[in-house]
C-alpha cells in the first residue's frame, strides 16, 4: 500500500514541458493530432530501506555500494539484489570517510578517509575488492587526499584496475595500478605500479630532477575535483577539472599505456600552462565534470559557480583546448519563477547527463533543463520524509539514473528525450540535425522540411529551396505559383522533377502533367541558348545533358511513349530537330519519322536517322527508294554498317537500281561484300558478274581469274555467267569458263578466235594425266597456226614450245608443194631424238640381261650351300643343346629349337597367322596320333604330316627372328609388358 508520503512525493513531481506543441500548418492533407507527451524524466521508489542514513552512494555496472551513518558499508547487485553484503569500517573512526570512487566494471572500489585532527593523522586511501570483505590500506599515498579517479574504461579484469589516474586535493596526479591479492608479484603493497605524472625529463633520462613533477595546485589548496581518462584508436585524452579550472591532456596513443601517460604530461611540462584549460571564476570548493558516451566520449558537462560548461567533444580531433574552448557554450542554472535576491544562490552537488539534458541535484530537489536551449523541462522536490538529497548518480555503463537520499534510493527513466529536440534544431537552422531526430515522425519532418525551403528560398537559393519544397506535403501549385513569380525556371524545373520522382506508378494524371511541363521548360531553355548563338556553349550541353538524364528515367520514358504525339509538337514548335532525333531513338520510332521525311523529300535527314538508330530492318525496307534517291550516300551508309547487315536482303534495293551510277554504287558496294566481308552467296556473286558484263567488262575478267579454276570452289554460277558472257559477245570471258567446266576443245576453238597466245594457254591449263588430250589440244592450235596464218616458221617454233608434238604430227598440215627445205632441221631433230631413245634402250636391255645371270648363278650356288652344326651349339632362346630337339637355323646362323622358336614368335603374329599357326598345331597332333596314317600320301607323293609340317615351317621358319622383317616391325615393342610389369618388379626386388 502506498504511504501518504510517496503520494505527496509522485504528486509533487513537476514535469516542464515549456516546448510549444507542434502546430500543423495547412499542408493540404489531413492534421495528425498528437497526445499530449508523457514527461521526459519520470521517477519511480525503489523497495530499499537502508539500516541508517546514507552518507555517499556509488552505482556501477548495475553494482551499488553505499556508505552509511554508522560506518558500515553496504554493497547490492541491482540486478539480484538477494546478492549483498555489509562491511564495517569503524576501526577508522579516527578518520572520516571522504568519499567513494567505484570502477566502470564494478568489480574495484576505492574509499577516502580525511584526517578529523589534520595534525595528528594523515589521509589514508583503502581498496576493496568486489569479491572480498576485507578492507586493505595502500602504502604509497598514504598522505595523500585522494579527490578524483580516473578510471581505465577499458579494464574488464576483476583482479586489477588497470592503469588508472588519481588526483590530489592539493593538484598532483599520480598514475597506478592496484592489484588484488592473487595478481601481485614480488610485492607486498596493492601498488603494483605507482608514479607521479611525470617525475622526469627526457633530457635527464631516468634520473629524477626536483622540481619537474607536474603540479596543478603549485602548492596550494587546489584540488582536482573531477579526472577522466580516455583512449581512442590512435590517441589519448586526459580531462583534469579543480573548482576553477577544467584542463585537457592529450597525445598519441602507441599501445603501452605507461609510456602514453608518460608522453602526455612531458609534453606540456614545456608548454604554456594557460594553454592547457579554460578558467571560470569561482568561489565554490567543487565543480563536477560528467561525460556522455556512445562508443567515445562525445559529450561533456562542467559546473561551476558561474553556469553549466557544456560542449561537444571528439576524441579522433580535437587535441588543444583552443579547439575545444570553440564548441563549449556556458549556461545558466535554471531559475525559479520568483526570486529571492536576500537569500544566497544555491548550486547544485551533483549531476547526471543524458543526450540532450541534465538533472540537477540541489540539497532538496532536482530539475532537469535541455542542454540546447536551456530550458527548464523537469522539477522535483524532495520533503523530510526522505531526508536530504545525498547524490544523483548515473550508472557509466547502463546510463540508469539514480537519486539517493538519507533514507531510501529512487530510479529516474528518461523517456523519448529526443521527442521535441527536433523544433530546437529547427529553431537554430540546424536543419540536418532537426531532420535525423524528426525522421520517425511524419509531420514534425515535413515543418523541418518546409522551413529549410522557406529560408533558402528568402535567402534566394532557389535551386536548394526546390529540392527542399519537393519533399514536403506542402500544396503543390502554391510552390510552383512562388518560383514562377519570381521567374525561377530552373528551380521549378528542379521541383517539378524531384516531385515526379516521388508519384507513384498509379499517379498517370500528375505523371503526364509535370512531364509536359519539364519538357517543355527544357525546350525553352535550350531555344534561348540557341537564339543567344550559345548552341556550341557549355553551358547548352549541360542543359542538354541534363534533358538526355531526364529522357531516360523510367518514368519519364514510359509518359513519353504514351503521349509520343503531343511530345513531337513541342519539340517541333520549338525547332528542336536533334532533340526529335534523340526522342525517336528512346521510342524506337524511326520508322514513322523516316517516312515523314522522305514524304518531305528530306533524304538525306531520313538517312541519319537510319544511321541513328539499331533496327536494321528499317535499312532493308527504306534503302531501294534511298538507293534511288542518294545511292552514294546509302552505298556509303551500308559499308559503314559492316557486318551488321545481310547483304543477301539487300539484294532487291540493288536489283531496282537502272542507272549507270545506281549500277557503279552497287558495284562498289558488292565489291565490298565480297573483298571485305568475304561473302559467298552465290546470289551477291551472280548479280556482280551480270554488273561486270554490262558496265565493266574488264573487271569481270579481273573478278573470274579471282575466283580460282577449281569449279567446286568458285561462288557462283559458272552457267550463268557464261550465259551472260555469250549474250554480251564477251569472247575472253568465255574462254575462261568454258575452260572451269572442263570443256578445253571448245575453249581453245574460242580462243582461237580471239588470240594465239590465249589458246596456248588454255592448252596449257589442261590435265597434265591426260596426254593424249593435250596433244589433241595442241594439234588444233598448231593446225590453225599452218592452215590459217600459213607461217612455216611459226610452225617451226611452235614445235620448241610443245614437246607432245613432233614434226611427223604436223606434216599432214602442210600443202603438198611444200619443199623439204623448211622442214630439214626439224626432220633431223626428230631422227637424232629418235636414234638416242633407240641407243637408251639397248642399255636397258643389256642391263637386264646381266642381272638376269647374276641371279641365276645365285641360285646354283645356294643349293650347294651348306651349315655345320656342332654338337656343342646351343638354342639362342633357352641356351640348350641344339640336336637335342628339332630346331631350325639360318643363313645368318642364328639356331632355335622349333618349339621356342614357335613359342617366342607366336606373339608377334598377326591374328589371321596366329589363328591359321594353331590350327596347323592341332592337325599335326592328330596326324601324331594316327601312327598309321603317316605313310599315306597326298596327290603329290607328300604325306599329309610333311603337308603340314611344310606349311608350318613357312609361318614360323620364313625368316631370322632376330634377323628378319618382323624384329624390325617390333622394335618399339617393350621388354616387359604391362600385365607383367609389377611381377618383374617384385622379381628384381
Not at 212 to 226: E, H, Q, R, S, W
Amino acid at each position: 500500500m502506498t504511504s501518504l508520503f510517496d503520494q505527496y512525493e509522485q504528486v509533487y513531481v513537476k514535469p516542464k514541458n515549456n516546448l510549444n506543441p507542434v502546430q500543423l500548418s495547412n499542408l493540404g492533407y489531413i492534421n495528425i493530432t498528437m497526445d499530449q507527451d508523457t514527461p521526459i524524466f519520470t521517477k519511480s521508489k525503489k523497495d530499499f530501506t537502508p539500516s541508517n542514513k546514507i552518507t555517499h552512494a556509488v552505482i556501477s555496472n548495475k553494482y551499488m555500494v553505499i556508505a552509511m551513518a554508522n560506518n558500515v558499508l553496504f554493497r547490492m547487485n541491482l540486478q539480484n539484489p538477494t546478492e549483498k553484503s555489509e562491511i564495517a569500517f569503524s576501526k577508522y573512526t579516527q578518520n572520516k570517510l571522504g568519499n567513494l570512487f567505484l570502477d566502470p566494471t564494478g568489480n574495484h572500489l576505492l574509499l577516502t578517509f580525511i584526517p578529523k585532527n589534520p595534525k595528528v593523522d594523515s589521509p589514508e586511501l583503502m581498496y576493496l575488492s568486489r569479491k572480498s570483505d576485507k578492507l586493505k590500506c595502500t602504502t604509497k599515498f598514504r598522505g595523500n587526499e585522494i579527490t578524483a579517479v580516473a578510471w581505465n574504461q577499458l579494464n574488464k579484469s576483476d583482479q586489477s584496475t588497470g592503469l588508472i589516474l588519481l588526483g590530489t586535493a592539493k593538484g598532483l596526479i599520480f598514475e597506478t595500478e592496484i592489484v588484488a591479492e592473487g595478481d601481485k608479484f614480488f610485492s607486498s603493497s596493492l601498488e603494483q605500479y605507482w608514479k607521479q605524472l611525470p617525475n622526469y625529463l627526457p633530457l635527464y633520462s631516468n634520473r629524477e630532477v626536483e622540481g619537474l613533477v607536474f603540479d596543478i595546485g603549485k602548492n596550494t589548496d587546489t584540488p582536482i575535483t573531477a579526472l577522466e581518462y580516455f583512449r581512442g584508436v590512435d590517441k589519448c585524452v586526459v580531462f583534469a577539472a579543480t573548482p576553477s579550472r577544467l584542463y585537457l591532456f592529450s597525445g598519441k596513443n602507441n599501445g603501452d599505456e605507461k609510456l602514453v601517460l608518460q608522453q602526455i604530461f612531458h609534453k606540456y611540462l614545456n608548454i604554456t600552462e594557460s594553454e592547457t584549460f579554460i578558467a571560470s571564476e569561482s568561489k565554490l570548493r567543487y565543480s563536477r565534470l560528467q561525460f556522455w558516451f556512445g562508443e567515445l566520449p562525445s559529450k561533456f558537462t562542467w559546473i561551476t559557480e558561474q553556469g553549466i560548461y557544456y560542449g561537444e567533444f571528439d576524441i579522433t580531433k580535437d587535441d588543444s583546448m583552443a579547439v575545444l574552448e570553440k564548441k563549449i557554450k556556458l549556461l545558466n542554472y535554471p531559475k525559479p519563477p520568483y526570486e529571492d535576491y536576500s537569500k544566497l544562490p544555491k548550486y547544485p552537488l551533483s549531476i547526471a547527463l543524458t543526450e540532450f539534458h541534465i538533472l540537477l541535484a540541489y540539497a532538496d530537489r532536482i530539475k532537469g533543463m535541455c542542454l540546447l536551449n536551456e530550458e527548464q523541462v523537469y522539477e522535483d522536490q524532495y520533503n523530510e520524509a526522505f531526508g536530504k538529497l545525498v547524490s544523483i548518480l548515473r550508472d557509466c555503463k547502463t546510463g540508469d539514473i539514480w537519486a539517493m537520499t538519507e533514507n531510501t534510493m529512487f530510479r529516474f527513466r528518461v523517456n523519448k528525450e529526443e521527442r521535441n529536440i527536433w523544433s530546437i534544431f529547427c529553431e537554430k537552422n540546424q536543419f540536418d540535425l532537426a531532420k535525423k531526430y524528426s525522421k520517425n515522425n511524419e509531420v514534425c519532418y515535413n515543418q523541418v522540411l518546409i522551413k529549410e525551403a522557406e529560408m533558402l528560398f528568402n535567402q534566394e537559393q532557389y535551386q536548394l529551396s526546390a529540392e527542399r519544397y519537393a519533399e514536403t506535403q506542402s500544396s503543390f501549385e502554391e510552390i510552383c505559383l512562388k518560383f514562377i513569380q519570381v521567374n525561377q525556371s530552373d528551380a521549378l524545373k528542379i521541383l517539378l522533377r524531384n516531385k515526379l520522382s516521388r508519384l507513384k506508378p498509379q499517379d498517370k494524371t500528375q505523371i503526364t502533367m509535370i512531364v509536359l511541363w519539364v519538357v517543355e521548360l527544357y525546350l525553352t531553355k535550350l531555344e534561348e541558348k540557341r537564339l543567344e548563338g550559345l548552341e556550341k556553349s557549355a553551358a547548352y550541353d549541360e542543359i542538354q545533358k541534363d534533358f538526355d538524364t531526364f529522357l531516360t528515367l523510367q518514368e519519364v520514358a514510359d509518359c513519353v511513349r504514351d503521349n509520343k504525339g503531343t511530345i513531337y509538337e513541342l519539340m517541333q514548335s520549338h525547332g528542336d530537330k536533334s532533340n526529335l532525333i534523340k526522342l525517336t531513338i528512346v521510342n524506337k520510332d524511326f520508322e514513322q519519322l523516316i517516312r515523314q521525311h522522305i514524304f518531305k523529300n528530306n533524304f538525306h535527314d531520313a538517312l541519319e536517322i537510319l544511321k541513328s538508330q539499331n533496327n536494321y530492318e528499317l535499312y532493308y525496307h527504306f534503302a531501294p527508294i534511298l538507293m534511288q534517291e542518294i545511292p552514294k550516300f546509302m552505298v556509303k551508309t551500308l559499308i559503314e554498317q559492316g557486318r551488321k547487315l545481310v547483304p543477301l536482303k539487300l539484294l532487291p534495293a540493288l536489283v531496282a537500281c537502272d542507272g549507270n551510277l545506281h549500277s557503279l554504287e552497287a558495284i562498289r558496294y558488292l565489291e565490298y561484300c565480297i573483298t571485305k566481308l568475304k561473302n559467298t552467296d552465290k546470289a551477291i556473286h551472280n548479280f556482280l558478274i551480270s554488273l561486270y558484263a554490262k558496265h565493266n567488262p574488264q573487271k569481270l575478267m579481273e573478278y573470274l581469274r579471282s575466283q580460282g579454276q577449281e569449279l567446286a570452289l568458285v561462288n557462283y554460277d559458272v552457267y550463268f555467267a557464261l550465259h551472260l558472257c555469250t549474250e554480251h559477245n564477251l569472247t575472253e570471258a568465255c574462254v575462261e569458263l568454258t575452260g572451269l567446266l572442263g570443256l578445253w576443245e571448245s575453249a581453245v576453238d574460242l580462243a582461237l578466235k580471239l588470240n594465239l597466245d590465249l589458246a596456248k594457254k588454255m592448252a596449257d591449263m589442261s590435265p597434265d594425266n591426260d596426254v593424249e588430250l593435250r596433244k589433241k589440244l595442241w594439234l588444233k592450235i598448231a593446225q590453225h597456226v599452218v592452215k590459217e596464218k600459213d607461217d612455216i616458221k611459226a610452225a617451226m617454233e611452235f614445235l620448241q614450245q610443245c614437246d607432245l608434238i613432233k614434226i611427223e604430227d604436223i606434216l599432214p598440215f602442210f600443202p603438198d608443194f611444200v619443199t623439204i627445205d623448211h622442214f630439214k632441221d626439224a626432220i633431223c631433230n626428230s631422227l637424232k631424238e629418235y636414234n638416242d631413245y633407240i641407243q637408251v634402250l639397248k642399255e636397258e636391255m643389256q642391263d637386264a640381261t646381266d642381272a638376269a645371270d647374276q641371279v641365276r648363278q645365285d641360285i646354283h650356288a645356294f643349293r650347294d650351300s651348306y651349315m655345320v652344326i656342332n654338337s656343342y651349339d646351343k638354342c639362342e632362346i633357352c641356351d640348350v643343346t641344339l640336336m637335342i630337339r628339332p630346331f631350325y637355323t639360318f643363313p645368318c646362323h642364328h639356331k632355335f629349337h622349333s618349339d621356342c622358336l614357335l613359342s617366342e614368335l607366336s606373339p608377334s603374329l598377326g591374328p589371321t597367322k596366329k589363328g591359321r599357326l594353331a590350327d596347323l598345331e592341332r592337325q599335326l597332333k592328330t596326324l601324331n596320333t594316327q601312327g598309321n596314317l603317316d605313310n599315306v600320301s597326298t596327290g603329290s607323293g607328300v604325306s599329309a604330316k610333311e603337308q603340314v609340317k611344310t606349311e608350318i615351317d613357312n609361318i614360323i621358319a620364313s625368316e631370322c627372328l632376330y634377323c628378319g622383317e618382323n624384329m624390325i616391325r617390333n622394335i618399339d615393342k617393350p621388354f616387359v609388358e604391362d600385365y607383367e610389369y609389377e611381377n618383374v618388379m617384385k622379381e628384381w626386388e
